[in-house]
């Protein structure tokens, strides 16, 4: 009887183990995501977690939706966050480390430490106009 205990609890244990190998949790990336007011205070959230091959609007989206705050995106534009829309002259540019980038977020893959921010700006200013 003894021995029927050891052998059932051996195949419980292979069981999960083999269980355990088959769910393999998909690979994490994580970075930072920063929001620059017009007033010039940043909101930054750091490791902010995004999926192996999404793009910055994919990993923001998810954090938009996960911090319940409004934005509008539309034709592959950001344009609004939180009430705060883009007009004629000023509105949200896309960086990328830094610096402006020259494509939009939907084009940029995410690498492990991301660092990436829209910032409320003057286009004539940001763009050298």
């Not at 292979?14 to 929001?35: D, H, I, K, N, R």
Request: net charge negative; with cysteine.
């Amino acid at each position: 009887m003894r021995n029927k205990i050891k052998l059932l609890m051996l195949v419980l244990i292979l069981a999960l183990v083999l269980s355990a190998c088959g769910q393999q949790a998909e690979p994490q990336l994580s970075g930072t995501v920063t929001l620059v007011w017009p007033d010039g205070t940043a909101q930054v959230w750091y490791d902010v977690p995004a999926a192996e091959g999404a793009t910055a609007s994919q990993a923001l989206l998810q954090l938009l939706q996960a911090e319940k705050m409004a934005y509008t995106y539309s034709n592959g534009m950001w344009d609004g966050f939180n009430g705060v829309m883009s007009t004629m002259e000023d509105g949200w540019l896309f960086y990328v480390d830094g610096a402006l980038a020259d494509v939009g977020a939907d084009s940029v893959v995410l690498a492990d430490g991301f660092n990436f921010s829209f910032e409320y700006v003057n286009y004539a200013a940001a763009l050298g106009w």
